[in-house]
């Protein structure tokens, strides 16, 4: 590419990045500007059946988005689904939040408070009764799990070999192509980031290049590190108590999730 091209290029995108930058301002101000007369004379222009409608539009319309585990955008479910409800948006998405919460046993999570993204979790309790060995999961959340475990047990940073070595000895070769996963490497750095199950992350200062993972997001709000343990201690017959480290960990992060949901 000639440097005249990199030179437009790099203009088009901070124009762009400024456009962004300059819509969500504007987004933002519109929320903040809304008073609570505005609202009540909003709800007073519409029916219930018309909000209870409305509500349902804006849970399918996330639930959709869902499917492939990518954020929700609150610029989208504006854009898309309320619309004209605008002023009513804080009611609209109470009450989303508590339909999927008493109805799917899913809490919608806002991650980025900033730019107001947010992720759908589950917060069902596994079934009594049910073993902690992760059989009943499909293969995809079965080899994110283990790839979890590796992550956590080693102090929630580890390098990117160590990964694909754990796998290895699972029998899935992140270089060749495997039955259930396919491309296993593309699966593990690409949609299961995506995801934000997981964070792959350049480390500075490294040549020839090197990565690392880490716990996204999504897995630290959604995947209990104590039950994790009770997994791994399953798997090496052992009492989690045994990795003091890690399940003081576990139950500081599990006891304090259970105080934020309550």
């Known amino acids: 590419m000639s440097q ?3 030179s437009v290029s790099a203009s088009q ?3 762009q990045r400024r456009s962004q930058a300059s819509l969500n301002e504007d987004e933002e101000a519109s929320f903040s500007q809304v008073s609570s007369s505005q609202v009540q004379r909003a709800r007073e222009n519409f029916t219930s059946d018309q909000i209870d409608r409305k509500v349902a539009e804006v849970v399918q319309f996330i639930l959709i988005k869902d499917q492939k585990k990518m954020p929700i955008r609150r ?4 854009k898309h689904v309320i619309k004209d409800y605008k002023l009513l948006y804080t009611d609209i998405i109470n009450r989303v939040c508590r339909t999927f919460e008493q109805v799917f046993g899913l809490k919608l999570v806002e991650t980025d408070p900033k730019n107001h993204i947010y992720i759908l979790i589950n917060k069902l ?3 009594q009764g049910e073993p902690v060995s992760m059989r009943s999961v499909n293969p995809k959340k079965g080899l994110l799990f283990v790839i979890l475990s590796v992550i956590f047990m080693k102090g929630g940073v580890i390098k990117e070999n160590l990964v694909w070595n754990s796998l290895k000895k699972l029998r899935v070769d992140p270089g060749e192509k495997h039955d259930e996963f396919g491309d296993v490497k593309k699966v593990v750095t690409d949609e299961f980031v995506r995801q934000k199950y997981l964070e792959y992350v350049k480390i500075p200062h490294t040549e020839p290049v090197e990565y690392e993972f880490r716990w996204g997001l999504r897995s630290e709000k959604e995947v209990s590190k104590l039950k994790m343990l009770e997994f791994v201690g399953e798997l090496f017959e052992q009492d989690p108590q045994s990795w ?3 399940f003081r960990e576990a139950s500081t992060v599990d006891s304090s999730s259970q105080r934020t949901s309550s």
């Open 4 to 6: 005249r091209k990199k």
């Open 13 to 15: 995108n901070k124009t």
């Open 75 to 78: 610029a989208d479910i504006v």
């Open 125 to 127: 309790d596994p079934i």
């Open 244 to 246: 003091t480290q890690q």
